[in-house]
């Protein structure tokens, strides 16, 4: 390429079947297309014998256009019976946020946006309650008032889905969002919508997770982040953190306790989901 032209960053993600000299199969294909591989990391499935990886590359040596590079890369991911995503690391991914009551999440998730960590643009805030709406407004982002009963609740998501479609958002982030989705909803969003679960799963699904953990006495606490499935509370993990209590530690405490971790937790899975890091293996994640 051109010297005159400013350097442009691509971030591929893939998972392909297993074999010998499949790493250098992938970073051989770079190579001969000029590709400068800036970073890369990768991890091979023992039992599902997959192959993931992911890859940071720059195109200052690029012996050919982008489109002719998406193009043959295409075909080389066919031939490699491949799964992946390439994206201009300049791309900058839309989010779509919800919430309820309970801010605590959505403060960390602006805090990091507006600080320049998460490379991101959010598009709305979505909510059952009206609370939110001044948060929005302070951060300058659209608000939308979705309150939903047992009446409304299939024509609320279907509002929901044509603003997530028209803002043409990459992720719907549920930062302590605290009605279910339905199913179809689940499965038009799949690996495309994060959740945050105030209690370690699999352990104290439901609601009131704090009182459950401190009804058995637990020694420790914690959040999950992970995807949203159609099964409540049991998709992929992304995320858990977790902090030591003991018999001292009132529910309250608990409380506010796990408004923190929960905050870190989600933060940090719709960072690594928003810089590609992660890939969906079956039940489970990877992050590279």
Known sequence: MSGEQATKSYVL???CPDDLGVMAKITGHLY????????????????????N????FDDRQLTCSAEKFEQDFAAFAESMQMTYQLRCAKQRPKIVIMVSRDDHCLHLLLNKWQSGVLKADISAIVSNHQSARKIAEFYGIDFH???VDKTNKP???ARLWQLFSDYQADLLVLARYMQILSDDLCQKLHGRAINIHHSFLPGFKGAKPYQQAHDRGVKIIGAT???????LDEGPIIVQEVKSVDHATTVRDMIEIGHDIEATALARAVRWHIEDRILLNGHRTVVL
């Open 155 to 157: 024509e609320q998501e």
């Open 53 to 56: 990886m992911r890859i940071e």
């Open 13 to 15: 993600k893939l998972t």
């Open 145 to 147: 008032y979705l309150p």
């Open 225 to 231: 982040a992970h995807y949203v499935t159609e099964d």
């Open 32 to 51: 001969q297309h000029g590709a400068f591989i800036i970073n890369a990391r990768h991890y091979a499935d023992p039992e599902k014998l997959l192959f």
